[in-house]
Each structure stands twice: as C-alpha cells, then as structure tokens.
C-alpha cells in the first residue's frame, strides 16, 4: 500500500473514532471499546472493498454487510455517515426517541444498512440467506459478516457457518473483531474459543489472520480472502485492541463495557484523538 494511501486511511479511522466518543458521548450510552476497537477493518471495508453507492443505498446489486456485533453500532452508523450515505448532524441524535441511529441497527430505518441486528449469534445464518436471495435474483453480490470473538460462543454461530459451504459459494467472508473481551470480561476467561483456526478449518472456512489496526495487513488478508472465493468462504480473524485511541477504554479503565461517558471522558478522549492529528480534524461544538 502507498504511504498516501495508508495516511488517508488512517485518517479516516481517527475521524470515526472521534466521531463515535461524541455521539456516544452526547447520547452518555453506547459500547465504546467494541466500537473503537473495529474501526479500522470497517474504514478498510467501506471504502476498499465494497461495492456500493451511498447515493443510491438501495441499488441491488451492491455488496451486503451483516454488524453481528451490533452492539458496536456506533463504529457503524459514523462510518456510513462519513462515506456519505446520510448526514454526519444524525450521529448527535444517537438513541433518541424516533432518531434514526437506535442502538441496534434497523435496515428499515437506517440508509446502508442491510440486516437487523439484536441478539448475537444470528449473522452467519443472515448472511446466508443474503447470500441465497442475491443469487435467487440473478446478482454477483458479495456478503460481508462482521462477528465478534465472544460471540463465537454461540452454538447458532457454528450451526450456520458449517452450511455455508454446502451453499456452494465463496461469496461470504466473516470478519472476527478479536479483541479479546465481552461483556464479562476476558474472552477466554469466561468460554475460551480456541483454537479457532482449527475450528474454522474444519467448518471449510479458509482462514486468514490479519493485525485489525494495520492497514496494509489488512490489505493483504482481504485480497487473499477474495481470492479464494473459488475454493468456498473465508473468515478473517483480525486482532485488535478493545477502546483502541483512547487511552482509558484501551487499558479497560472504563468500568462496565457500556458504561455511559461523561463530559469528562468524552473530552479527554477528543483531546488525545485530536493530539494525533495535530488538531486538524473536523471539529463540533456538541
């Protein structure tokens, strides 16, 4: 990847994740470290690999992209905001009665969003049917599932990604936001998941493994993982770090995972995010 390239991006992911801390911060409720740790791979995916149009949300034959997580909504709703798929001013009305940005994704009320999201567990399973439905219409459409790592404790998960291959494509690839933590603590503390290259592999899955924050590894892992279509799907397993910008979130000094910001917080986190930039991003009196 181009240094101009790598810059550009990396610029994009400090916009989100300041652009998440205030619309979390306004809204004092929303998951901040699952948010900011998945950033990066969605900035990669939204503006490198898929094939969409922000102007024309609807078009059918663009790519589709299931949040599994979708407690990590806020990463989300900022990056469709800032690849012009609705006005940046909605992200301030983050969870209020009858916004449009809810605090899980509605496909009926949100422009860029394909899938419902709730429960974890059900995304593998969604993107198959996504998968189906675009072929049953004649489409080349390409299904994107993004998962987190304490999800992968759930049996639904498994039950699907062992059908994928028998769909008899590779048009599915499952991104895994490996950062390590859930709700209760440490991944591997509460049901520990591992191996799970071994475990994809037996499933059919082709595995990549990518660093979540370096552009240009992820650059590598999706090229593979496309490549590979042919052959069936394939799943990225990106490691990342949970509340990766801020420096409170990242050393898991926020308390309760969706523990609201304050004022305070949502201030000092702008401050580091901006001290990164040079304090040149774009700015918000919120």
Not at 124 to 145: E, K, P, T
Not at 215 to 221: C, S, Y
Request: glycine share 12%; with cysteine; net charge negative.
């Amino acid at each position: 990847m181009k240094t101009a390239e790598r810059r550009e991006l990396e610029g994009l992911a400090l916009e989100v994740r300041k652009d998440i801390v205030r619309m979390t911060g306004v809204a004092r409720s929303g998951n901040i470290g699952s948010s900011l740790s998945l950033v990066d791979i969605l900035v990669y995916l939204y503006w490198k690999v898929l094939r969409i149009r922000p102007e024309e949300p609807h078009w059918p034959a663009r790519d589709r992209v299931v949040l599994s997580k979708s407690h990590a909504c806020p990463a989300l709703y900022a990056v469709l905001a800032n690849r012009g798929f609705f006005d940046r001013s909605e992200l301030w009305n983050f969870r209020r009665l009858g916004a449009m940005l809810q605090g899980h994704p509605e496909m009926v009320r949100t422009p860029g969003v394909d899938a419902p999201g709730g429960s974890v567990g059900m995304g593998i399973g969604i993107a198959n049917g996504l998968m189906l439905a675009s072929g049953f219409d004649g489409l080349d459409s390409r299904v994107f599932c993004i998962l987190g790592d304490g999800e992968l404790q759930e049996g639904s998960i498994w039950e699907s990604a062992m059908k994928t291959p028998d769909l008899g494509s590779g048009k599915i690839i499952a991104l895994v936001d490996m950062n390590g933590m859930q709700m209760n603590g440490p991944v591997k503390d509460i049901r520990n998941i591992e191996p799970l290259r071994e475990k994809f592999e037996s499933f059919r899955w082709t595995v990549v493994e990518a660093d979540g924050h370096d552009f240009d590894d992820l650059e590598g892992a999706f090229a593979l993982a496309l490549k590979r279509a042919d052959e069936g799907p394939s799943v990225i397993l990106a490691r990342t770090v949970p509340g990766k910008g801020f420096s409170l979130a990242e050393k898991g000094l926020l308390g309760y995972p969706s523990s609201p910001m304050n004022r305070e917080r949502m201030e000092q986190a702008l401050r580091e995010m901006e001290s990164a930039t040079g304090g040149t991003g774009k700015g918000e009196d919120l």
